[in-house]
């Protein structure tokens, strides 16, 4: 958001980003008939047992991400309604559900939070869409920004590089979490009218955005050194010599060798920012109640665990099982491409 | 008292997410409703009665069972705001200046909590003349400040008129407005440090009296004086603004060490006759305080009751509902607590600027939905349903209830929406404010209010404020809220002090505390008429009908709840009694067990 070369070097890469992802995949089969390398490479995680549970998992849990609604309508209940406090045999005068283990039982799957007596199933459904949604943008957002202005940067070398490697040491050295916080209700009050709630569009836009402006520097800079190891290479010579144009040789010759590691960072980031955005939620930056999200969860369960352990137990193990399975998941990507960096 | 900056005891910290030690002895759910658990006390001790001169005689009567020696250490959030007597106003700098600060009254609480007001540098609670526009009081002898000098009428004036320094802006205004006649008394008086001295302040060194020539009528001057903004300063020690590092004491302690925002200590005064004081008993041997402490961890460490813990209190906030069941359900944690009913009412404060139709102000008072709010806080344990701006310690308090809330706690959306249908205003939207960031009570009870809003066909638009600058910007004309968090806690137990600040159209300024910024003819001029009515029971009676015809006819604020705070302290504490008044320990009854 407030990176201001960004725009500059993107614009006109973004078109080229597109080209990439289409000339990448003629890429592969091109090598030979019988196994091309990501062929192989299939063949490779297919036996990896904890790569295909991983990712089953994570298949999961974004279906059930995307489905949420129509689980939530088969089931007949909605995040929003507050049960607790409409039926007053459901929490008791503290606020605190009545029923044991959190208020669980036929109608209430997974019980009902403290105080608000909202139904946990359905919020939690709806908490995990959000936090994908938002997560997947971010992570895509980044790992496009992160390759197209890496790859610039380490092929063009000279000033652009050195331009872009500033910026990315500043964004690097950058205290985000404190800019968040501080910077958040400022932004929100330039944008919204004092006599309008805040809409939740704008929330998720601005939460992807600046965690996509701050987020893409990493990656960068790890294609850029990628990229320097790679352009002094005979294959870039020679490509440079049958007069091939500087697009060309960083998509057509650079970019298809470096997918081993942008995947893994791919794989990394995404539970990275799922993470990142829950945190947020629980420093009260970010979506806020009513919008379910797993980091309001979180916090709340914190608040509670005294006296409601259940209500943490669900977000909690949701979210430790689906980053832990993201993140064996990327493990074993990177085993599958890259055999050699096997342990 | 004054204002409740005092935040909401409901207090919850980010913090606390980092110690999630999952103890074994977590249960998963709440159990059903017990009421033998017991909601706390149902007595409200805030009212006082006028002592007389033996009450007003020290020394203050002995504990039983309560022996001189040790420490008792206190937790808290924040530090203590200021020290310098004339710019104490809110309640936790009060809590503390009751150990070092006099004032020619104060308060005497019994055990049970009933409290009398007497002389405390004074011999009584002084003598009225003149329709209440002439006070004298006279004051005791052997009053000391803590380096042995003789403590005189001198530096009982020199407190009076410290008050009209350019710096002692934080504190009560009452007694100038009422010597001055003015409420821009500054301007009339600069202070005593160019020499000059206040003329409606006459002394008499001799006799040691002091007496207050007033411009305008102020019945109730004793009450007023009893407020730490009038405590006494020795003229020799003054600092001016250093003052408020270093106080100097006429009290049973001394201030010994402070590391702001971090500790402080309270050393024995041993020039401090106890003979003097009708009030304060002293037995530990000193005081300190940690502050920094949340709510959460602080409930935790007090509920571990381990090493010095045993010897701690909440000197700050009260035990939080999040840990409210859990304390209460214990039998050895709630022998532990202490709780008490507040003074102080919690309120909304409907824009009467934005909101113009009293119908919709009334439609708002229907649709609200206290119940749910309340079971929020932590149901009967945090508070009783407010139905009036009086609380039920004002003097004079009548139960009333417009609205009918106590049959319909959980609000009657549907006569809102017929009352606003009448008024053609459906669709209303209400921008609902709420301090954000300390409370995360505030976080659900918005969702419960949008809801009730929604129900009663308003568009309700939620814009909570950050809670350091939330009451900056409440407290300003131009402000863009409708319906905003607010609460008040009176300076005395009287019918003035709530409701001439909260609804006095002259006041409306600015920072003012006339949030609704209701300026009715009618009702400033009652509140004129009321403050000169000299008979205590008479004027009681005619803040209650104010108070009733006020919430009929403009319906200005929606009541929430007189609130019930609970308290926990270490198993070697004793003496624990509740102060109304400043909602807090009564510090200078405790002690250690031996």
Partial sequence: MTTPASPSPAAPLEVTDEDSAASAKPGNPKGSESRSPGRLAWIRFKRDRTGVISALVVIFFFVIGIAAPLIAKAYGKDPYTTYGQNDPSLLNDFGFPVKPNGGMSGDFWFGIDPQLGRDVFTFLLYAIRNSLLIATATALLVTGLGIAIGLTAGYLGGKTDYLVGRIIDVLLAFPQTLFFISFWPVVLNILVAPNEATPTWLTVVSLISIMTAFGWASIARLLRGEVLALREREFVEAAKVTGASPARIIFKELLPNLWTPILIQATLALPMYVTTEAGLAFLGVGLSDPTPDWGVMMQYGAQYYQSDITYMLFPGLTMVIFVIAFNLLGDSVRDALDPKARR | ?594
């Fill in chain 2, 1 to 594: 008292m004054s204002l409740s900056r005092r935040n909401f005891v409901i207090a919850t910290s980010v913090a606390a997410g980092g110690s999630m030690v999952l103890s074994a002895c977590s249960s998963g759910g709440g159990g059903g409703n017990s009421t033998s658990n017991g909601a706390g006390t149902h007595t409200y001790t805030g009212h006082v009665t006028v002592g007389t001169a033996q009450d007003s005689q020290g020394p203050a009567p002995e504990i039983q069972g309560a022996v001189k020696g040790g420490n008792i250490n206190g937790l808290s959030p924040s530090d203590f705001s200021h020290l310098d007597p004339q710019r104490i106003y809110f309640a936790w700098n009060s809590a503390l200046a009751l150990l070092y600060v006099r004032c020619l009254t104060g308060y005497k609480i019994a055990p049970d909590g009933s409290q009398k007001l007497v002389g405390d540098l004074a011999t009584d609670t002084g003598t009225m003349s003149n329709g209440g526009k002439t006070w004298t009081f006279t004051l005791k002898d052997g009053l000391k400040w803590e380096d042995g000098s003789d403590l005189t009428v001198e530096d009982v004036r020199h407190g009076i008129e410290r008050g009209f320094a350019s710096f002692t802006t934080e504190g009560a205004q009452y007694l100038q407005t009422a010597l001055t006649g003015s409420a821009d008394f500054r301007s009339v008086y600069k202070g005593p440090y160019d020499g000059k001295h206040l003329e409606g302040v006459v002394i008499d060194s001799a006799k040691k009296t002091i007496t207050f020539n007033l411009k305008t009528a102020q019945p109730q001057l004793n009450f007023i004086l009893a407020m730490h903004s009038y405590g006494a300063v020795p003229v020799k020690h003054d600092t001016k603004e250093k003052y408020d590092k270093d106080p100097v004491s006429c009290g049973p302690y001394k201030l010994a060490a402070h590391a702001p925002d971090k500790s402080l200590k309270m050393a024995r005064n041993p020039h401090w006759d106890p003979k003097t004081d009708p009030i304060r008993n002293a037995y530990p041997d000193s005081f300190s305080f940690e502050f920094g402490v949340e709510s959460l961890p602080e409930s935790d460490r007090l509920i571990a009751d381990s090493g010095n813990d045993q010897y701690t209190i909440m000197a700050y906030n009260g035990v939080p509902a999040e840990r409210i069941q859990k304390v209460l359900t214990t039998p050895a944690l709630k022998q532990r607590t202490i709780n008490g009913l507040l003074t102080g009412l919690y309120y909304y404060a409907i824009n009467c600027k934005r909101i113009t139709d009293p119908k919709v102000r009334q439609a708002l008072n229907y649709a609200w939905p206290l119940e749910q709010i309340r079971r929020i806080y932590g149901g009967p344990s945090a508070g009783d349903y407010a139905t009036s701006v009086l609380s039920p310690d004002i003097l004079g308090y009548a139960h009333q209830d417009v609205f009918g809330k106590l049959k319909k706690p959980q609000g009657d959306t549907a006569k809102a929406k017929a009352l606003l249908k009448e008024a053609g205003k459906l669709g209303q939207t209400i921008v609902y404010t709420y301090p954000q960031g300390r409370e995360s009570a505030y976080e659900k009870t918005k969702i419960v209010i949008a809801n009730a809003l929604k129900e009663a066909g308003f568009n309700p638009v939620i814009k909570p404020v950050d809670s350091t600058s939330y009451y900056d910007q409440v407290q300003q004309i131009n402000n863009q809220f409708d319906v905003m968090w607010f609460g008040w806690s009176p300076d005395w137990p009287s019918g003035y002090s709530v409701i001439q600040p909260l609804f006095d159209g002259a006041t409306i300024a600015n920072g003012s505390n006339n949030v609704s910024q209701l300026n009715v003819p009618w009702i400033n001029q009652a509140i004129k008429q009321n403050a000169l009515i000299t008979d205590p029971a008479k004027a009681g009676d005619a803040w209650a009908a104010l108070d009733e015809k006020i919430m009929t006819q403009e319906a200005p604020i929606i009541p929430e709840t007189f609130q019930r705070r609970f308290y926990l302290h270490g198993s070697k504490v004793g003496g624990a009694l509740f102060d109304p008044n400043f909602s807090a320990f009564v510090l200078y009854k405790l002690y250690v067990k031996a």
